[in-house]
Every structure is written in C-alpha cells, then in structure tokens.
C-alpha cells in the first residue's frame, strides 16, 4: 500500500493550490481517505474526508467554503483543492486510509487506527 501526496508549496494568502494523493494496494471504494494536516507546534488535526460508505464529503470548519475534497476513481487519485489560503492553513498535509467519516471531527487517533499514510507535503501560505 503506498499514498503518494503531492501538490504543495509556497503561496501568498488568497492564493490557491491542488493537492494530490495517488493511491496503489487498495482502491477509493475499499476505504474511506481523508486529508489531514500538522502545523509546526500544533497537533494533527483532520482537514477533509470522503466517506466511500454515503459519498458525502466533511470538512474541518476552519477549510469550509474554501477548501473542495474530490476523488477520481478511474486514476485512484483524491485531491484537495484549497482556495483563499490563510497563512494558518501552513502545514505539512498528508493524505489517510482508513478513516472515519461521519462528521468534521473525524480526527480520533485515540479511538481508530490510520492504517496507511503518504509522506505529507508542505503547504506555506505567506502573509
């Protein structure tokens, strides 16, 4: 199983960037994915999910209206679309299998186990 994500860099606020997470060992319909991310001196915290059990997608409040999850099954690729970067939304992003999606707070590290991870890429939002 590897999740290879991509898509980050430096952006100034207001800007936008795509991120990317290629998916091989297991297909979008097996689990539900999330995006997930860690800001320097903060705890991980849950960004976006998608739900292969109703199609729905959440969002942590802080991303809503500004960030868009989608999937493609044919590539087995999900992306995040960030739009109106914040320089708050500065972190290492990484994508996520299996993991809850019911809610926005769908970050439990004390209840589930996150079986697989990509290698996180940097995001940086300058002021």
């Known amino acids: 199983v590897q999740l290879q994500a991509s898509g980050g860099g430096l952006v100034q606020a207001g800007g936008s960037l795509r991120l990317s997470c290629a998916v091989s060992g297991f297909t979008l319909d097996d689990y539900s994915i999330g995006w997930f991310r860690q800001a320097p001196g903060k705890e991980r915290e849950g960004v976006s999910c998608f739900s292969r059990l109703d199609d729905r997608t959440h969002y942590a409040d802080s991303v809503k209206g500004r960030f868009t999850m989608s999937r493609d099954k044919a590539s087995n690729t999900v992306y995040l679309q960030m739009d109106s970067l914040k320089p708050e939304d500065t972190a290492i992003y990484y994508c996520?299998?299996?993991?809850?999606?019911?809610?926005?707070?769908?970050?439990?590290?004390?209840?589930?186990?996150?079986?697989?991870w990509g290698q996180g890429t940097q995001v940086t939002v300058s002021s």
């Open positions: 996520a299998a299996p993991t809850p999606c019911y809610s926005s707070n769908f970050y439990l590290p004390d209840r589930y186990e996150y079986d697989y």
